[in-house]
């Protein structure tokens, strides 16, 4: 089996005691959905750690993979989101991406696919890394991706401007959608400012 490769993120309170739940990042989720034992032992191994959440990486893979728009072939990814709910203790599924236009028209429309809400993503969570130089400077990913399309400098200002606009997308995403979803950020490098920004878009 393909090596499960995750980072755990505890909630902590004072006296270091587990507030609400543990989460973790799940890579290579693409290689795992489909294979009844890796997806069991990835299950299996959330239950046995206390892990109520877990968030999809990959999902573009998933959707190439499954065509996620549709309720015909998406059920391999609503059964393993039920599956996770039901059986295995799970709380929360979320969706991970970089860009608005991917929540917009496949994980939304998934979402809206599905009748059964432990069939559904609980969060749209937003992984764009818009403080790293080496992506958003001339040449680098998110510059010839997203900045320069979109007429936006290739600077961390400009990322930070590209950021904030997939962060209201998805609020608005959430907001439309009669399944309760949380809209998260995954954010590294950031000021002060900018994290009060962030906060009042989430």
């Known amino acids: 089996m393909k090596k499960i490769s995750c980072v755990i993120i505890i909630i902590l309170v ?33 239950q046995n750690n206390g892990i109520k959440t877990l968030l999809l990486y990959d999902l ?9 728009l549709n309720p015909a072939t998406n059920f391999i990814l609503a059964d393993f989101i039920y599956k996770a709910k039901t059986i295995y203790g799970v709380l929360d599924v979320a969706a991970t991406a970089e860009n608005a ?64 606009t997939i962060l209201q997308e998805m609020k608005t995403l959430a907001n439309n959608n009669t399944h309760s979803i949380k809209t998260e950020a995954y954010v590294g490098w950031t000021t002060a400012a900018q994290a009060a920004i962030i906060g009042a878009n989430l």
């Open 14 to 46: 004072s006296n270091f005691k587990v507030f609400a739940n543990r989460a973790m990042y799940v890579n290579d989720f693409a290689n795992i959905l489909g294979n009844v034992t890796n997806e069991n032992e990835l299950l299996t191994y959330a």
């Open 60 to 68: 573009h893979i998933v959707n190439s993979n499954y065509n996620l």
């Open 101 to 164: 236009v991917f929540f917009t028209n496949v994980i939304d429309v998934y979402n809206n696919s599905r009748s059964n809400p432990l069939e559904k993503f609980d969060t749209y969570n937003l992984e764009f890394e818009y403080w790293d130089n080496s992506t958003t400077n001339p040449g680098g990913y998110y510059c010839t991706t997203y900045l320069t399309p979109n007429g936006l400098p290739c600077t961390v200002n400009g990322a930070f401007q590209f950021f904030i």
